[in-house]
């Protein structure tokens, strides 16, 4: 195993929308990493940072549920699935002159990307359209865009590539064995297909996962082997902690030790060197010296702002505050 090798051996395969998929990183490998001592494992994590980014950077990025609730999906740590009585009402999409407000406060805050999600299972023409408007809003406020709207085909991936979109996010969530644990209304290989849609589309891909559901290490391995391999591997990885919400299936998981969590961060920015690996869901429920943990483990992205889609994030100014005690910088938009 070589922590710092770059190049894939990519298998060829034929359909355009079948993803690349390497063998870059076996989950033998990655779990091996998982089962470091936490200094051997956090000197390699460092190490690596330092070579692709600068440490002291953090990025903001603020998010927006622009259609939330009723969703069809059923995913099991979802607030937003009409299966689960959560009590989420559902919404009608947000016009442009609300987003433009939203993305006026969060540019004013500091963030430099926007995140807009909906609680779709994949978006129609018609809602399309009107998303792309969003995008062209964000856009003309100088930051970066990103949409999270379940599944695409390649021709709305193209439309929002169209629209200035740069990143899409669409999470893996955990690993291929324990999907069928977690939703049962799309497969594994949807993701993958929505993903080569957009990674074709020219869109930078966002894509992640949840850790706490109940996983063991060789779970968690088994998420993390599946990111690394894609080829090329995406440019920004969110690992989520589970939020638990009242009305879920998984609203009683037991409590992951958060050094498991710091243990995944770490292996993340080891097995993908460039992306942006964001400390995502999930801070809230964090005690700050386990964020500072993270960030040192190569986490050098955060979700900024009151909300996540549905739950509360982190306080704002206890964020600022962490940064500034931690002697880290962000990049503002201009426009
Ligand atoms: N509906 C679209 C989809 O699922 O593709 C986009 C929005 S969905 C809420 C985006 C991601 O949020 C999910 O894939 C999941 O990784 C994350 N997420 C949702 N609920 C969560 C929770 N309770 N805790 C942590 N992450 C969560
Ligand atoms: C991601 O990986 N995490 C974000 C974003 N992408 C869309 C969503 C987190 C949702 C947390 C629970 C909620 O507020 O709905
Ligand atoms: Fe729907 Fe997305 Fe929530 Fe799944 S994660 S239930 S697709 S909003």
Known sequence: MNTTVESPVTLHRPAKTVPAISDRWPVADVQALLDLPLPELMHRAQTVHREHHDPTHMELATLLSIKTGGCPEDCGYCPQSVHHETGVAATKMMTPEAVREAVLGAKAAGASRFCMGAAWRAPTDRDLEKVEELVRVVKDEGLEACCTLGMLTGDQAQRLKGAGLDYYNHNLDTAPELYGNVISTRDYQDRLDTLAQVREAG??????GIVGMGESRAGRAGLI??????????????????VKVPGTPLADEPDLDPLEFVRTVAVARITMPRAKVRLSAGRRQMDESTQALCFLAGANSIFYGDKLLVTGNADVEADQQLLARMGMHTTRAHA
Not at 203 to 208: A, L, N, Y
Not at 225 to 242: D, F, G
């Open 203 to 208: 869109i930078s891909v966002c894509s992640g």
């Open 225 to 242: 082997a599946q990111l690394a391999n894609l080829s090329p591997y995406p440019e920004s990885v969110p690992i989520n902690h589970l």
